[in-house]
């Protein structure tokens, strides 16, 4: 992936040597075969999760279902920024496609966000998580 975009390549046989490439690390890693932001921070990154375990054709089905989640730190105009200045508040927006693996069931995803010399926002605090719903919490940590 030479571009800056992330690419959705999941439920994909890789072929037997590149998935024994990828059961033998921890995943997502950068991969011999897929060059993405696990081995260029600049690039975006290649959603391979959910690898089968053989060709579809033979039957493979996904070694597992899941991806990892993104964290952006934004303003509150949900605007991705690299720094904050004094008095600025940190918003936190998380997107995990499979963070809610059965619709009918809630479940609940952390974050904890810390920090050792600005710490004078609000607590966060969130509403039990209702299933299936659009759910939300709030929390800022002032810099």
């Keep these: 992936n030479h571009t800056?975009?992330?690419?959705?390549a999941k439920n994909n046989w890789w072929g037997v040597?590149?998935?024994?490439?990828?059961n033998a690390g921890t995943?997502?890693?950068?991969?011999s075969f897929i060059y993405d932001g696990?081995?260029?921070?600049?690039?975006?990154?290649?959603?391979?999760a959910g690898w089968l375990n053989g060709s579809?054709?033979?039957?493979?089905?996904?070694?597992?279902?899941t991806?990892?989640?993104q964290l952006n730190l934004t303003d509150s105009s949900g605007i991705v920024v690299p720094t904050y200045q004094k008095g600025e508040s940190v918003y936190i927006q998380v997107a995990d496609?499979?963070?809610?693996?059965?619709p009918a069931v809630a479940e609940t995803l952390t974050v904890k966000i810390t920090s050792e010399t600005e710490?004078?926002?609000?607590?966060?605090?969130?509403?039990?998580?209702?299933?299936?719903s659009s759910n939300v919490g709030d929390g800022t940590l002032t810099v």
């Design 67 to 69: 991806m990892t989640g």
């Design 4 to 8: 800056s975009f992330a690419i959705d």
């Design 56 to 65: 579809y054709s033979g039957g493979g089905i996904p070694v597992s279902d």
């Design 38 to 48: 696990n081995n260029d921070g600049s690039a975006g990154k290649v959603n391979y």
């Design 97 to 102: 496609s499979d963070g809610n693996a059965n």
């Design 119 to 132: 710490d004078t926002g609000t607590p966060f605090s969130a509403t039990t998580p209702v299933a299936p």
């Design 27 to 31: 995943n997502p890693q950068a991969l």
């Design 17 to 22: 040597d590149d998935s024994a490439e990828i």
